[in-house]
């Protein structure tokens, strides 16, 4: 029996979490004609545009330079022409600045990569600040910056690196074909990242219903000093930050800690390939594995450069093969939708699903019947029926006692939940409020 | 392109509130469909009136006070039903009436409609009318086939007379009692139904039953014709798991059936009243909020909370 959390659940268990028609599907490199590339894609201070229309870039080139402690670079992903740098419509609700590149299909890269070679040889005190280079943030979807999460402070250390390859996300298959397709390069990544920080131990976890990436990352694990793979429970939020921590070490983050704090680091698997690029090749993180599924012609999964447009991916699929109510930049879970299909996709998004018109209906909203799947359901152990009043009646005191701060928005009480209630929205708004009333009193 | 937005979650769970309340009226079938094998055309006309009494009232309540109708999510009919299910086969047409409006209007609608009732709605019904008509709720009669009033016989329940009922008729429903009550079988059949859709968990359907199976052998009775006879077992499958008014938790479930399964060996042996399963629920619906209160999931990242809210 494999250990588990409390609570979860496990959305779209009978179509096998909605990833059959892709799982298979080897991973195609895909080039755009042309890119948008948005400055704000990683969680802090968007960067700020170092080009301007008309220059030509080639890849890897920076083109945003990094603001504030959680900044990062941006960097072309095609070689070209910019032909544009202003606002553009993303996910967010009001536009991001945006840097368009006209591909001159040249792939011409820039002469200043510096390539530290081997991971286990490496200088290892060069190997952080690779990352930051890099651009890198975390690819399962947070978007935090990952150099940021090796920033050890006076009095913590890190006994072990967890590699996230549970993919508990519906429908998104991107992990799983990177953990069959670049087990080395995932392996040498997480080596990478423990030598850094010298850490010992090194943990790949993944959902028992990826046998075959269990299988090769074990293979690419044998040998490899410290590493050892997983296998976890089936379940919904197994891939939450939290839930991993304490599936695959025992241990609990506190209240308002981070993870640093009982000595772990979790990384995407995605994450960690990418750590590999960049120290091995000395490459910025430019492309990565994308899932397109849902309602398109042939479901895929996609090398894609940085900043492709939703549109053109769905269309290399075959486009739409039915009317598309709703598309969904992730999994059905905790995935952002999109206002249309021309957005352009950043460094975390593992996933476009379209969703048809029935799919993407409106729910309606109707009384609790105080059925307690809820509270069964939640893998913190909250009470989301009664905090749904709480938010309801916009009590920022009584929401913060009973502990929303703790929520961690997996979506599992909105899913279970036979009347629709709307829960999950409910305690993201509260929680983004009582942040900003917090940072407001702090002035 | 005009595309949806919404907040995630993208998928949910196809356990509606109406997929909820209509596996537990096909639970109830079987239950119904022994009483009018065993009582006849009149088990027949008193849950119809029963049920659609508890429809009627609740679509012209919400019509009345402005609210959106709701009765399409099934609950008023689980409810009517159960109302009809709890009386006994020959009890006048307007007992049903009364019992259902009682149910519908004062019980649940009065403090807010589904969900904001303190007790089970049918229940307290069945407690009013046990109250204001005691010998019209307990006059049974032995089964008459489907001629309901053709040849009568009055007689008591096990409860009231154990030992005059062999245990077959126990469990195939052959014995006087309220409609829903007295088939075993098929009110496990339902139970069975219920658990396979994971429409409710195990846990206190069986609680009650083992409580009250150990204290009525504490107690110096039969054990096997305690849980066999009365209401036990159709108040422990249909009613104590009533999801409004039984606690949220695991081990508020387990507390709360631990609390029916006692109240209700202590009620038949040391009260008035032979049977117990009605007002031990009701008790125990009582004491949910508090019970609620008191087995809070311990929340990840926290030391368990000693003492913190008040109210």
Redesign the interface.
């Known amino acids: 029996m494999k250990k588990t959390f409390r609570g979860g659940v496990h959305p779209l268990h009978g179509s096998h979490e909605g990833k059959a028609p892709t799982r298979d599907k080897a991973v195609r490199e895909y080039i755009p004609d042309t890119v948008t590339i948005m400055m704000g894609m990683h969680l802090g201070a968007p960067s700020t545009p170092c080009v301007q229309k008309g220059d030509r870039v080639k890849v890897g080139q920076v083109i945003g330079t990094p603001e504030g402690f959680l900044g990062l670079p941006v960097h072309a992903s095609i070689a070209g022409e910019v032909i544009d740098v202003g606002p553009v419509q993303g996910l967010g609700a009001v536009p991001g600045i945006g840097v368009t590149i006209k591909n001159d299909y040249t792939d011409e890269w820039v002469d200043d990569i510096e390539p530290l070679g081997n991971v286990e040889t490496c200088p290892k005190e060069k190997i952080v600040p690779a990352i930051k280079k890099a651009g890198i943030c975390g690819m399962g979807g947070a978007s935090f910056p990952t150099h940021v999460k090796f920033a050890v402070k006076e009095g913590q250390y890190c006994d072990t690196i967890i590699l996230n390859g549970a993919e508990c996300e519906t429908h998104l298959t991107a992990d799983h074909r990177l953990m069959l397709e670049n087990s080395v390069r995932i392996v040498d990544g997480l080596r990478a990242a423990m030598r850094a920080l010298d850490v010992k131990k090194g943990i790949i976890a993944i959902e028992d219903n990826k046998p075959d990436a269990i299988e090769a990352m074990r293979k690419a694990a044998n040998g490899r000093d410290g590493v050892e793979v997983r296998p976890l429970k089936t379940k919904y939020p197994q891939g939450g930050e939290k839930q991993l921590i304490h599936v695959v070490t025992g241990r609990e983050v506190p209240t308002k800690k981070l993870p640093l704090d009982v000595h772990v680091i979790v990384l995407n698997v995605g994450t960690a390939a990418a750590i590999a690029d960049a120290v091995i090749d000395g490459k910025p993180l430019i492309s990565r594995i994308t899932t397109v599924t849902g309602h398109v012609n042939n479901p895929s999964n996609f090398r894609i450069r940085i900043g492709t447009m939703a549109e053109d991916i769905i269309g290399e699929c075959g486009g739409y093969s039915e009317k598309p109510g709703k598309i969904v930049l992730g999994g059905a879970m905790t995935g952002m939708p999109a206002p249309s299909d021309i957005v352009p996709l950043a460094k975390a998004n593992n996933g476009v699903v379209v969703y048809n018109e029935k799919e993407a209906l409106n729910l309606e909203e109707s009384p609790c019947i105080r059925c307690g799947r809820c509270v069964e359901a939640c893998p913190i152990g909250l009470n989301p029926y009664k905090l749904k009043y709480l938010c309801d009646a916009d009590d920022l005191q009584a929401a913060s006692e009973a502990d929303i701060m703790d929520c961690v928005v997996c979506g599992s009480c909105s899913y279970i939940c036979p009347a629709h209630r709307f829960l999950t929205p409910a305690f993201k708004n509260m929680k983004d409020k009582i942040t900003a009333a917090a940072r407001k009193k702090r002035g | ?1 005009n ?11 196809p ?3 109406r ?2 309340m209509r596996n537990v009226l096909i639970a109830l079938a079987p239950c119904a469909g022994a009483a009018i094998w065993y009582f006849g055309y009149s088990a027949l006309i008193l849950m119809a009136i029963a049920t659609a009494t508890a429809v009627f009232a609740e679509l012209i309540w919400q019509m009345l006070t402005g609210q959106k109708v ?1 009765i399409d ?1 099934l ?1 008023a009919a689980v409810t009517g039903l159960l109302v009809g299910l709890n009386l006994q086969p020959q009890a006048p047409w307007w007992l049903a009436v009364i019992g259902s409006l009682f149910a519908i209007i004062i019980v649940k609608c009065l403090f807010g ?4 009732n303190f007790m089970n709605p049918a229940l307290a019904a069945r407690g009013v009318l046990l109250a204001s008509w005691p010998v019209r709720m307990t006059s049974w009669v032995l089964p008459t086939g489907w001629n309901s009033y053709a040849d009568a016989v009055t007689g008591a329940t096990p409860l009231a007379s154990p030992g005059s009922f062999t245990l077959k008729d126990l469990l195939l429903g052959n014995i006087p009692g309220t409609m829903g009550e007295v088939c075993k079988v098929a009110i496990l059949v339902g139970l069975l139904f219920l658990l396979v859709t994971k429409t409710i968990s195990w846990r206190i359907p069986v609680c009650v039953v083992a409580t009250t199976f150990v204290f009525s052998w504490l107690f110096g009775n039969d054990p096997v014709v305690s849980i066999l006879s009365g209401g036990l077992l159709f108040a422990a499958v249909f009613m104590a798991t009533d ?3 039984c ?4 081990k508020g479930q387990y507390i709360y059936a631990v609390g029916v399964g006692l109240l209700i060996a202590v009620i038949r042996n040391f009260g008035n009243y032979p049977e117990g399963a009605t007002y031990a629920i009701l008790l125990m619906n009582i004491a949910t909020p508090l019970i609620d209160r008191f087995t ?7 030391e368990r909370k000693v003492k ?2 008040n109210g």
């Open positions: 392109m595309l949806f937005l919404s907040s995630a979650p993208h998928v949910h769970s356990q509606t509130t997929v909820l709701r999510d609950s409609g589904l969900g904001d999801y409004v008014t606690p949220m938790t695991d809070k999931n311990r929340v990840y990242g926290h913190k809210e």
